[in-house]
């Protein structure tokens, strides 16, 4: 996770990046490009252009965020010779039909989780970035908890051996955001914008951690959506919830792990709780999204009389990502996923090597999503069809 660029992959001019939309996940990108470089060793590039579509708004953000311009047409960009990467941070609906004219028109394509709306969408953009990977254009999802230093750190001691073999792994990423009734609609909780709730918002990052720490894939779900609040205010007066608040599934995986997701946006007192562990023959790990910095791990294989959780605070230089920041014990945060993100994507258009994840590991948990939907829709257990 720590390898450096050479200076003589890097290209000869600047990156041009654009980047669609300017939003909670616009601001926190538009601090990962910011400050980026000041940290890593990545090839040049330039904050050139701010989409979005108002024209007034998107140009204060631009100023505010580093962009050098704004513009509210998203195609015209595309067309540019000095845009080379896209950064997508648009609302899911619009994801599709962006990333695949951007791949089309060669350009390297990171598209915040879910990669899609649908099963469909999904399928179509994988197809365009397998097509474009041919020609040498990159592209990534960003399921930024992949760069979770803890959490990287949690994967490879589970490459390593040190749990033994996986049993079976919790996950709940626990929000409260909509527990006030009287929370106003967003576009969030429509589902031809959405998609769909809990379940696709902040489930989907659960099962790409199940699937990234553990190594193995989806291939049965079980699952149980439920709306709490029917009705939202809306700008004209009473909305219609057309997502789920919260979201629950039973997963199989190969390797015959067995896994449980549990999402909710309606958890009281709960801010952004992603919690994981992971249990093992020799071992066990639980992380809290909302402790960072820190993993538990169990060494089972030690004397009975010595066994416990210890708790390791991942922020030595020896850990992944950490050799860029700060002396041992000053913490980092969660806006610095993002940087690890874009740090990642740059070192794989300068190397040449896949970025990952891929479209390809978004369109799996696309799948999982799509699964867990119908199972909760017709009260089965489905088989997902596993990359």
């Known amino acids: 996770m720590t390898t450096n660029i050479t200076h003589s992959s890097l290209p000869a001019t600047p990156f041009g990046v654009a980047m669609i939309g300017y939003a909670f996940m616009g601001k926190a990108h538009s601090n990962a490009w910011r400050n980026v470089a000041s940290f890593f060793d990545v090839p040049a590039f330039e904050q050139k252009v701010l989409v979005g579509r108002d024209a007034t708004q998107v140009a204060e953000a631009a100023a505010k965020y580093g962009w050098a311009e704004s513009a509210t047409d998203w195609r015209s960009v595309i067309e540019r010779d000095d845009i080379h990467i896209i950064d997508i941070c648009a609302p899911g609906w619009m994801h599709a039909e962006i990333a695949i004219a951007a791949l089309e028109a060669g350009k390297h394509v990171l598209v915040e989780k879910p990669l899609a709306n649908t099963l469909g969408e999904a399928e179509l953009m994988t197809a365009a970035a397998v097509r474009a990977r041919t020609r040498g254009v990159q592209s990534m999802i960003g399921f930024n908890y992949r760069r979770v230093p803890a959490l990287v750190m949690a994967r490879e001691l589970i490459a390593e051996g040190r749990l033994g073999t996986i049993r079976h792994i919790r996950t709940a990423y626990l929000q409260d955001w909509l527990s006030d009734a009287e929370a106003p609609m967003t576009w969030r909780l429509r589902k031809e914008t959405a998609g769909s709730g809990a379940l696709g918002d902040i489930a989907s990052h659960a099962i790409d951690q199940i699937q990234f720490l553990s190594g193995e894939s989806v291939v049965e779900a079980t699952g149980v959506l439920r709306t709490f609040v029917s009705?939202?205010?809306?700008?004209?007066?009473?909305?219609?919830?057309?997502?789920?608040?919260?979201?629950?599934?039973?997963?199989?995986l190969t390797g015959k792990v067995q896994a449980s997701v549990e999402a909710s946006r309606v958890a009281t007192g709960r801010k952004n709780s992603l919690r994981i562990e992971i249990y093992g023959?020799?071992?066990?790990?639980?992380?809290?999204?909302?402790?960072?910095?820190?993993?538990?791990?169990?060494?089972?294989?030690?004397?009975?009389?010595?066994?416990?959780?210890?708790?390791?605070?991942?922020?030595?230089?020896?850990?992944?990502?950490?050799?860029?920041?700060?002396?041992?014990?000053?913490?980092?945060?969660?806006?610095?996923?993002?940087?690890?993100?874009?740090?990642?994507?740059?070192?794989?258009?300068?190397?040449?090597?896949?970025?990952?994840?891929?479209?390809?590991?978004?369109?799996?948990?696309?799948?999982?999503?799509?699964?867990?939907?119908?199972?909760?829709?017709?009260?089965?257990?489905?088989?997902?069809?596993?990359?």
């Not at 991942?314 to 700060?326: D, K, T």
């Open 281 to 387: 023959t020799d071992g066990s790990l639980a992380f809290d999204l909302e402790n960072l910095n820190e993993l538990r791990f169990l060494d089972a294989t030690a004397p009975v009389r010595e066994q416990g959780f210890r708790r390791i605070l991942v922020n030595e230089p020896e850990h992944p990502y950490l050799e860029a920041w700060w002396p041992q014990g000053h913490i980092i945060g969660w806006e610095h996923t993002f940087t690890h993100q874009i740090r990642d994507f740059l070192t794989a258009i300068a190397s040449g090597e896949a970025a990952s994840p891929s479209f390809g590991d978004g369109l799996q948990v696309q799948r999982v999503l799509n699964a867990i939907e119908e199972s909760a829709g017709n009260k089965s257990t489905l088989t997902v069809v596993s990359r």
């Open 231 to 252: 009705e939202r205010p809306g700008a004209n007066g009473p909305e219609e919830v057309t997502v789920d608040d919260a979201a629950w599934a039973t997963l199989g």
